[in-house]
């Protein structure tokens, strides 16, 4: 192959505006420094230049931003937004996610599909198979791993989801509450009420009235669960005697907590 010469060089790098600043050509492969129309100095090898359309790397640059390199990066932006969309509405396969999930999921392949992933729905009274999106595993993987709060069971369809007996239940199926604390929201608001008419509407401790009132247990729910709905247990007293009663010893907050009234007298 033949060699250039530094004039032939010169010659073909002028055709497109550009200057060899450079004194010394030792080759195609070997760094020359150019001066392009805009007075940019910059360094390249003539091969580059010819074959590969290299041009000036600071006149690119303007030339991008100016040119809509914002509107370009919102395109991009947009399309890897939709990518990532696509996957996670997409269903997962069964090689990608089985292993994060079968220890606890009862799990299968699609039979329609054997690269898909099937689970079963977490509703008692459904129980179907169906297929669950990268999305939707991803978040059940969260919850297994203790990243994100809450169970993210996987349910079929929103039907499902709304009558499941635990969906967002913390401790009680729906239509239960916490025997073991006492406090029945029906019950306790009939026992409030009785209370407060019992007690005239009056604190006990400072006789106002007219001001907003509350039924204080005088042994507490958590202490005494059985008496929780008896008025004999309880006393009408207004918001700031409520306060004082809590800051005496016995009956502070920190001493009505479960773990302290399991301590006993210690």
């Known amino acids: 192959m033949r060699k250039y010469t530094i004039e032939e060089v010169e010659s073909c790098i002028q055709k497109f505006g550009y200057l060899l600043v450079s004194e010394k050509y030792n080759g195609a492969n070997s760094k020359i420094k150019l001066e392009c129309p805009k007075s940019h100095l910059w360094e390249t090898t003539f091969a580059r230049f010819k074959n590969s359309g290299r041009r000036c790397r600071e006149c690119t640059i303007i030339k991008r931003y100016k040119g809509g390199a914002k509107a370009c990066y919102r395109r991009n932006r947009s399309k890897r937004l939709n990518d990532v969309k696509n996957y996670r509405n997409s269903f997962a396969f069964f090689d990608?996610?089985?292993?994060?999930?079968?220890?606890c999921e009862k799990v299968r392949r699609d039979p329609s599909n054997l690269n898909l992933l099937q689970v079963r729905c977490a509703e008692t009274s459904c129980r179907r198979w169906f297929n669950p999106t990268n999305s939707r595993v991803s978040s059940r993987t969260k919850s297994l791993n203790n990243e994100r709060s809450g169970e993210s069971?996987?349910?079929?369809?929103?039907?499902?989801?709304?009558?499941?007996?635990?969906?967002?239940?913390?401790?009680?199926?729906?239509?239960?509450?916490?025997?073991?604390?006492?406090?029945?929201?029906?019950?306790?608001?009939?026992?409030?009420?009785?209370?407060l008419e019992r007690d005239e509407y009056t604190c006990v401790r400072c006789g106002i009235s007219e001001v907003p009132l509350i039924a204080h247990h005088i042994e507490g729910i958590k202490l005494n669960p059985i008496l929780s709905?008896?008025?004999?247990?309880?006393?009408?007293?207004?918001?700031?005697?409520?306060?004082?009663?809590?800051?005496?010893?016995?009956?502070?907050?920190?001493?009505?907590?479960?773990?302290?009234?399991?301590?006993?007298?210690e």
């Open 96 to 103: 990608t996610h089985v292993f994060k999930i079968d220890f």
């Open 229 to 265: 709905a008896d008025i004999d247990n309880g006393m009408t007293v207004c918001v700031s005697c409520d306060e004082e009663i809590h800051k005496e010893k016995g009956c502070r907050r920190i001493d009505l907590t479960k773990s302290n009234i399991c301590k006993g007298d």
């Open 153 to 195: 069971k996987f349910y079929c369809s929103e039907d499902c989801k709304q009558t499941c007996s635990i969906y967002r239940r913390r401790d009680f199926p729906k239509g239960f509450y916490n025997q073991n604390q006492g406090r029945d929201p029906k019950v306790q608001a009939e026992w409030r009420v009785m209370v």
